[in-house]
Each structure stands twice: as C-alpha cells, then as structure tokens.
C-alpha cells in the first residue's frame, strides 16, 4: 500500500530561520511527487512537481529537493506570509491506480515577525 | 483564467437528510477528483472522472456517496442519509490531458452534519 508521512507535524519559526520540512514516501512506482500549500479555510494551492530522483525546483524562499526514498521542502528566509500548511502527494505510475494523489498528514509551519 | 469553484461553500445538514455538492473544474480539463479532508488531515481520495467515465471510485467510503459528471464537465457529489461521520472538508480538482499531471484543487465544501 502507498504510503506518505510527513514530519514534522508542526513547525514554529522566526522570521528569518531557515528550516525544512521531510515528505518520506513508499509507494510501487512513482509518476510524480508533489508539493501544495494549504491556507486555513482555503483548497491546495499547487507549488512544485519532481519526477525523479536529484531534481530540485525552487519558488521564492522554497525549495523542493526529492531522492528514491524521501523528498524535502527547504524555507529560506522564511517571511510571515510562508505560514500555512504544507502537504505532500504522491500519484503512482501502475495504470491500475489512475491519477489519484495520495497524501502525507501535511506539516503546519508559524513564522513569527 | 477561472480556477476550480465550487458550491455551496458551507452546508449544514442534519443526520439522514441527502446532500448535492458541486463542482465546476478548469475549462478543458479532462480528469477531475474528489477527495475528503478531515480535521487536521491530508486530503484522501475519493473518485476519479476523465470526461464523464467515472475510472476509479475506490475511495468512495459507503454506497451512500454517489459522483457524477454526465457531461463531462461539471461534476456533482452526492451523499445519501447523511451521518455524523460524514462531516468534512469535501475538495474537488481537475487536471488537464496528459504531462503535466498536476491538479489544481477548488476552495472546498465544508459538510457539517448535526
């Protein structure tokens, strides 16, 4: 069965302090691993997709690294506008499973001024 | 250009009563899914549609949830005698034909049933 953790769960920064946030997955055969970020109240709001191993992709202070086993969401700098939370899913390459995204239980991430 | 919508945004209903929850996705794209967030959770799948053949409804959590999309565009959720376990955040997205496989989620459903 596909599995998704994410850890932390929650995480408080400062303004400023650099962190990162750890997706670890197993799954069959990975199509494409894929990082949203989620205000309150609101849908996922899509970030990054990485394909294969050693790809990395930045956007603003984030930056999303992915290995055969685990990918990371790297905030640089972070502002308070960065908090929310960050979730990550996995869709699998067996036509069986279609194009369903499976989730990880997201990390919740403060950066206080 | 318009991203996924859909209505209502908020639904109270009470246990036992039938629910319609719609979904407007992305002009173009062809697959679109429903997923089901609880309370501090990841989204979990639900249903799968390319245009209007529903492929996968292996998340569907009772035969009381029921999905459609008959044209292949717009698509609704329905839930049969609603329970208290059915309160959530119900998600709808929609992506495009093939590469790149992202999908672009709408604001989201919340079910409260009382």
């Known amino acids: 069965e596909d599995q998704v953790t994410q850890s932390p769960e929650a995480l408080r920064l400062q303004e400023g302090e650099s962190s990162s946030l750890n997706c670890s997955y197993t799954?069959?055969?990975?199509?494409?691993l894929f990082w949203y970020r989620q205000d309150p109240g609101k849908g996922p709001e899509f970030l990054f997709t990485?394909?294969?191993a050693g790809e990395e992709k930045e956007k603003e202070r984030l930056k999303a690294t992915l290995t055969k086993k685990e990918s990371f969401l790297h905030i640089t700098a972070p502002k308070p506008e960065d908090s929310a939370t960050y979730l990550c899913?996995?869709?699998?390459?067996?036509?069986?499973?279609?194009?369903?995204?499976?989730f990880g239980g997201g990390t919740r991430v403060l950066v206080k001024p | 250009g318009a991203g996924v919508s859909q209505s209502p945004r908020y639904k109270v209903a009470k246990r036992g009563q039938d629910v319609a929850l719609r979904c407007d996705p992305i002009s173009g794209h062809v697959s679109l899914f429903w997923y089901q967030q609880a309370l501090g959770q990841g989204p979990e799948f639900l249903t799968y549609f390319q245009n209007e053949a529903q492929l996968d409804k292996s998340g569907l959590p009772s035969d009381r949830f029921f999905a459609e999309r008959p044209e292949g565009s717009v698509s609704t959720l329905k839930i049969q005698r609603t329970q208290q376990e059915d309160s959530a955040v119900y998600l709808c997205?929609?992506?495009?034909?093939?590469?790149?496989?992202?999908?672009?989620f709408g604001p989201g459903t919340r079910l409260t049933v009382t």
């Open positions: 799954v069959s055969g990975l199509r494409g």
């Open positions: 990485l394909y294969s």
């Open positions: 899913a996995v869709q699998v390459s067996l036509q069986a499973a279609g194009n369903k995204l499976t």
């Open positions: 997205a929609s992506s495009g034909p093939g590469l790149p496989y992202e999908q672009y």
